[in-house]
């Protein structure tokens, strides 16, 4: 079981990435998949989770109607597309995958158990 995360890099504010969370080993058809963020200094804080086989979709409300997290199946990758982004979005990002999470845990991350490397992305102001 691998997770691959890319994506990460500077962009300026207001600027956009799309952060990418490649599986190995494995289909993504029936985890959660989440994305979460680390800054410096500060705890790692949920970002946004998709549910499979469905299409659920949970984000924390620092992001909602900025970022949108979803799937290409035949690729067994998950997304993070980042659009408005600001100096507070800076931090560490991570993918990570839970075979099976009851939605009031989905943003918990000690529902998942595999966790990709992670992506660092700065805005700057």
């Known amino acids: 079981v691998q997770l691959q995360a890319s994506g990460g890099g500077l962009v300026q504010y207001g600027g956009s990435l799309r952060l990418s969370c490649a599986a190995s080993?494995?289909?993504?058809?029936?985890?959660?998949v989440g994305w979460f963020r680390q800054a410096p200094g500060k705890e790692r804080e949920f970002v946004a989770a998709?549910?499979?086989?469905?299409?659920?979709?949970y984000y924390t409300d620092s992001v909602k109607g900025r970022f949108t997290i979803s799937r290409d199946r035949a690729k067994n990758t998950v997304y993070l597309q980042m659009n408005s982004l600001k100096p507070e979005d800076t931090a560490i990002y991570y993918c990570?995958?839970?075979?099976?999470?009851?939605?009031?845990?989905?943003?918990?991350?000690?529902?998942?158990?595999?966790w990709g490397q992670g992506t660092l992305v700065t805005v700057s102001s």
């Open positions: 998709l549910m499979l086989p469905g299409s659920s979709t």
């Open positions: 080993g494995f289909a993504l058809d029936y985890y959660a």
């Open positions: 990570a995958v839970a075979p099976r999470v009851i939605v009031s845990s989905v943003r918990t991350s000690s529902s998942y158990h595999h």
